[in-house]
């Protein structure tokens, strides 16, 4: 059967996208990298070492690439946003191994020699899913391993602040669900039927990692900015957002709040031509 598989699964809004590459001074800043655990997990399952190379889907700035660099591999990084293509190239300075491309992975032109491994960090629902994983695939030499975090905002460290903040994005923010309250990682249900239903992988698996960070209020206010729902408000929306939100931080919780991320590596074995 050819690894062909057209379905439709969740994409953002495509406009959105472009947004990040608007402030990636500001998204190297604030954005979290990601737990030890999962990058020494993401290392042993692609085999990432000397001679082995590595094709990173979107990239951003190399939040994820820096670590995996660090074990030796050979990436070839596709990122679609220039300016955040120049902040990875300088993280990536010390690393001349790492090749950092600007352009759409849905374009981008394969090399003939296929990679050992494909990886995508918090960005793979971003690529059009009608190519996304039957391209992955292409990229990838049979038995070679693709990997994808999925990075979640669930229920823990300062909960009652994320409770209360529900407030703030009601009035400031018509999309928002009234009551909408934070999952736990214990409740996610993991989507894994675009990877297990596709002729061209197997062995689909999920791991879990958690790490929970603590913001100061401008730090907090900092990252919200890395968002892309929240950057494409109307600048009074956003303003008054970002306002009710720090007054609320600065007034009931000491100007310190603690978020609990769960992030997902989705592992998959690309099968034989």
Same mark, same amino acid.
């Given at each position: ?27 190297e800043?604030?954005?979290p990298?990601?737990?030890?655990s ?15 190379r ?15 660099a ?12 220039p ?11 010390? %690393?001349?191994? !790492?090749? $950092?491309?600007?352009? +759409?992975? /849905? ?6 020699e296929?990679? #050992? ?20 695939a ?25 409770a ?7 009035r400031?923010?018509?999309a ?9 990682e ?11 239903r596709?002729?061209? %992988?197997?062995? !689909?698996? $999920?791991?879990?990692? +958690?790490? /929970? ?8 206010? #900092? ?42 590596l ?8």
């Amino acid at each position: 059967m050819p690894c062909v598989d057209a379905r439709e699964f969740r994409v953002n809004d495509p406009k959105l996208r472009d947004i990040f590459d608007q402030d990636a001074e500001r998204y190297e800043r604030a954005r979290p990298r990601y737990p030890a655990s999962l990058i020494e997990e993401l290392v042993r399952v692609t085999g990432a070492g000397p001679g082995v190379r590595v094709l990173e889907i979107a990239p951003g700035t190399g939040k994820l690439t820096v670590d995996l660099a660090g074990s030796g591999c050979s990436i070839t990084a596709v990122e679609i946003g220039p300016s955040m293509a120049a902040v990875a190239r300088r993280q990536l300075a010390a %690393f001349p191994a !790492v090749d $950092v491309v600007v352009a +759409a992975f /849905e374009q981008w032109e394969l090399p003939l020699e296929p990679f #050992d491994a494909v990886v995508c960090a918090t960005a793979f629902h971003w690529i059009d899913p009608a190519v996304r994983v039957p391209r992955a695939a292409r990229a990838l030499r049979p038995g070679g391993l693709l990997g994808v975090v999925a990075t979640h905002h669930v229920a823990g460290g300062t909960e009652d602040f994320f409770a209360e903040v529900q407030e703030c994005y009601e009035r400031w923010d018509p999309a928002t669900p009234p009551g909408l309250r934070q999952t736990r990682e214990s409740d996610l249900a993991t989507d894994t039927g675009e990877f297990s239903r596709s002729p061209c %992988f197997t062995d !689909v698996a $999920v791991h879990g990692h +958690a790490q /929970e960070i603590t913001y100061t209020t401008g730090q907090y206010l #900092d990252v919200l900015l890395t968002y892309s729902n929240h950057r494409a408000l109307p600048e009074t929306a956003r303003n008054g957002l970002l306002a009710s939100i720090r007054e609320l931080i600065d007034s009931r919780y000491g100007g310190v709040v603690t978020k609990r991320y769960w992030h997902e590596l989705i592992t998959a074995v690309r099968v034989g031509p």
